[in-house]
Nanobody, 118 residues
Framework: QVQLVESGGNLVQPGGSLRLSCVAS????????MSWYRQAAGQQRELVAR????????IYADSVKGRFTISIDNAKNTVFLQMNSLRPEDTAVYYC???????????WGQGTQVTVSS
């Protein structure tokens, strides 16, 4: 199993920035990818950003391209989501997600609330 602990969610004004962190309980090299999803009230959960462990390919939702950046710290088994130029429509609970390489199982964090409001 993989435990994930997220942090960094907060209330921020439009145009502001936040950095989310997610620490995995195992080495990231046991994973296929590390991803961030979000779920706004009354809406389906959607993929925000993904980084592949082998090769480092990054994938972004169209709505966040150019504003959000996903990155990993190998030594700390941590994935980050740097969010700039935040908009009210970015308000959601953000979830960390990883896929285990050997089993293809998905694991989820508990979620962290991001609220963009003046």
């Amino acid at each position: 199993q993989v435990q994930l602990v997220e942090s960094g969610g907060n209330l921020v004004q439009p145009g502001g920035s936040l950095r989310l962190s997610c620490v995995a309980s195992r080495t990231i090299f046991s994973l296929t990818h590390m991803s961030w999803y979000r779920q706004a009230a009354g809406q389906q959960r959607e993929l925000v950003a993904r980084i592949m462990i082998i090769g480092g390919r990054e994938i972004y939702a169209d709505s966040v391209k150019g504003r959000f950046t996903i990155s990993i710290d190998n030594a700390k088994n941590t994935v980050f989501l740097q969010m700039n130029s935040l908009r009210p429509e970015d308000t959601a609970v953000y979830y960390c997600n990883v896929q285990e390489r050997v089993t293809a199982y998905d694991y989820w964090g508990q979620g962290t609330q991001v609220t963009v409001s003046s």
